[in-house]
């Protein structure tokens, strides 16, 4: 179907199991596909420049996604079912203008250079516990709001400085959240300092608290507890389980400073 310019639609049975190289690249007039369960891989060049291209359901087989596979498909707003998907190959959906954020993608291990350049309408993007391996996800392209979250415990080794660049003039950099208690990890690490490295904060309970004036100063002591939710929006699910606060409402009572005026 390559080039195939008045191509609006088409119907892939549950029986393919394998899809080509370029199969659908520049049938400009393609709207939604449904990828059937059995195809593992959508290869190189699969959907590039299917410009009237807006959403790819299915693909619950799918461990890899190709270079170019969904590349210049501007009107592409969802993909869904990635599950699986263990690489994502570079430049897989630069250029897609509109795509919002991905589904969470679990057993995720490598993405390659590119693969989200000129996605300016993502906003997040998450780096599962088992990644391997990240190079310049965003070729110093993207939106300026874009966070990143990884669920690792400890930084991997990054491909590249520039690895969460977002642009290059100015040079500025996507913040990374890292799990509660790994901040000062991350920020040791020379390729993941670039970014501005962010724990989240619990909110918290104060259910019982003494303050003891003497001689002019103040003992405070006060027992903390886990409130509910934490102070920031829109996290992912595999990030939140990915962070372990219950050492948090010691550490936060043990922070607290008191000013106390006779």
């Given at each position: 179907?390559?080039?195939?310019?008045?191509?609006?639609?088409?119907?892939?049975?549950?029986?393919?199991?394998?899809?080509?190289?370029?199969?659908?690249?520049g049938?400009?007039?393609?709207?939604?596909?449904?990828?059937?369960?059995?195809?593992?891989?959508?290869?190189?060049?699969?959907?590039?420049?299917?410009?009237?291209?807006?959403?790819?359901?299915?693909?619950?087989?799918?461990?890899?996604?190709?270079?170019?596979?969904?590349?210049?498909?501007?009107?592409?707003?969802?993909?869904?079912?990635?599950?699986?998907?263990?690489?994502?190959?570079?430049?897989?959906?630069?250029?897609?203008?509109?795509?919002?954020?991905?589904?969470?993608?679990?057993?995720?291990?490598?993405?390659?250079?590119?693969?989200?350049?000129?996605?300016?309408?993502?906003?997040?993007?998450l780096?599962?516990?088992?990644?391997?391996?990240?190079t310049?996800?965003?070729?110093?392209?993207?939106?300026?709001?874009?966070?990143?979250?990884?669920?690792?415990?400890?930084?991997?080794?990054?491909?590249?400085?520039?690895?969460?660049?977002?642009?290059?003039?100015?040079?500025?950099?996507?913040?990374?959240?890292?799990?509660?208690?790994?901040?000062?990890?991350?920020?040791?690490?020379?390729?993941?300092?670039?970014?501005?490295?962010?724990?989240?904060?619990?909110?918290?309970?104060?259910?019982?608290?003494?303050?003891?004036?003497?001689?002019?100063?103040?003992?405070?002591?006060?027992?903390?507890?886990?409130?509910?939710?934490?102070?920031?929006?829109?996290?992912?699910?595999?990030?939140?389980?990915?962070?372990?606060?219950?050492?948090?409402?010691?550490?936060?009572?043990?922070?607290?400073?008191?000013?106390?005026?006779?």
């Amino acid at each position: 179907f390559y080039g195939a310019t008045q191509l609006t639609s088409v119907t892939l049975p549950e029986t393919v199991t394998k899809i080509r190289d370029e199969a659908f690249g520049g049938c400009s007039s393609l709207t939604p596909v449904n990828v059937p369960s059995g195809v593992t891989a959508i290869p190189t060049g699969c959907f590039k420049n299917c410009s009237s291209l807006t959403s790819v359901t299915g693909m619950a087989g799918v461990t890899s996604i190709g270079s170019m596979a969904f590349m210049s498909c501007p009107a592409l707003t969802t993909v869904e079912g990635l599950a699986k998907v263990e690489t994502i190959s570079q430049f897989a959906f630069s250029g897609d203008v509109l795509m919002p954020n991905l589904p969470e993608m679990p057993n995720l291990k490598t993405i390659e250079r590119n693969a989200f350049s000129n996605c300016n309408s993502m906003t997040m993007l998450l780096l599962p516990a088992g990644m391997e391996s990240v190079t310049e996800v965003f070729g110093n392209k993207s939106t300026g709001d874009m966070k990143v979250y990884s669920c690792m415990t400890a930084p991997i080794t990054l491909n590249g400085v520039y690895t969460f660049c977002v642009s290059s003039n100015p040079r500025a950099y996507a913040p990374v959240y890292v799990p509660y208690g790994t901040a000062g990890t991350y920020r040791d690490d020379w390729y993941w300092s670039d970014s501005e490295i962010r724990e989240l904060t619990p909110n918290v309970d104060i259910v019982d608290c003494d303050v003891t004036p003497s001689a002019g100063n103040a003992t405070f002591t006060a027992d903390v507890v886990l409130g509910q939710g934490i102070q920031e929006e829109n996290v992912p699910a595999l990030f939140l389980a990915a962070n372990d606060f219950t050492a948090y409402p010691a550490a936060y009572a043990a922070g607290m400073k008191v000013e106390y005026r006779l």
